[in-house]
């Protein structure tokens, strides 16, 4: 079956603009998550949905970062004003419930901001 | 707070060799353990987890990983290397007592397979 998807796999922005991030997760899987990586980095978690509970947002590093989730179905990840150090890879994963083990993992969107 | 640590930025193997890429942990209760692969241009693959039972793991590509709880450890092994095992492998945690669903990563390691 379709795996989770990410869109655009690429973006290049001007310091300041506004950029919105776009994440299909697996049919069916009620969890989503947003991570960042930066080059050379591991992954940092941003943000968890699970379903139609509050998110956790304890990973979001600034106000200009939020994101929305439709049910359980597409996500966003907005970054408004954006900085050159948002530059990153932004990696969305999903999982079948909140207590299932594997994360699996989109393709993800490579932010550069000049 | 839980934290991942992979000393090891890159492990250099020559293929049929066996391979080791090591991961530490610091967690406050009994911890989940997973490896992931990230090949170039692709998103991470989970390659196998360690919840319970017996210590030595069995995953995808004939990759295993032994927990150690003593030693607070969870290296990733291979009998025989292949070329194709080359990519950038990934420990994370996650500590199921604090209620908080995400993964914590380790820096990276990245594996290279030479012929």
């Known amino acids: 079956g379709a795996g989770v998807s990410q869109s655009p796999s690429n973006k290049v922005t001007e310091k300041g603009k506004d950029v919105e991030l776009r994440c299909d997760p697996i049919?069916?899987?009620?969890?989503l998550y947003w991570y960042r990586q930066r080059l050379g980095q591991g992954l940092e978690f941003l943000i968890y949905?699970?379903?139609?509970?509050?998110?956790?947002k304890s990973g979001l590093p600034s106000d200009r970062f939020s994101a929305e989730r439709t049910g359980e179905s597409v996500s966003t990840l907005t970054i408004q004003r954006t900085q050159q150090e948002d530059s990153a890879v932004y990696l969305c994963?999903?999982?079948?419930?909140?207590?299932?083990?594997?994360?699996?993992f989109g393709p993800g969107t490579r932010l550069t901001v000049t | 707070a839980q934290s991942v640590a992979q000393p090891e930025d890159q492990v250099n193997v020559a293929e049929g060799n066996p391979l080791t890429v090591k991961c530490t942990y610091s967690v406050s209760g009994n911890p989940y353990l997973f490896w992931y692969v990230q090949y170039p241009n692709r998103g991470l693959q989970f390659l196998l987890k360690?919840?319970?039972?017996?210590?030595l793991v069995k995953g995808s590509y004939g990759f295993e990983a032994e927990f150690n709880k003593s030693q607070t450890s969870f290296h990733l092994k291979k009998p025989s290397a292949l070329v194709s095992d080359s990519a950038l492998y990934f420990c994370?945690?996650?500590?199921?007592?604090?209620?908080?669903?995400?993964?914590?990563f380790g820096t990276g390691t990245r594996l290279l397979v030479s012929p």
């Open positions: 360690y919840i319970t039972g017996d210590n």
């Open positions: 994963a999903s999982s079948l419930t909140e207590t299932s083990y594997e994360q699996y």
């Open positions: 949905f699970q379903g139609n509970s509050a998110p956790d």
């Open positions: 049919s069916g899987h009620t969890a």
């Open positions: 994370a945690v996650r500590d199921p007592t604090t209620g908080f669903q995400k993964l914590v």
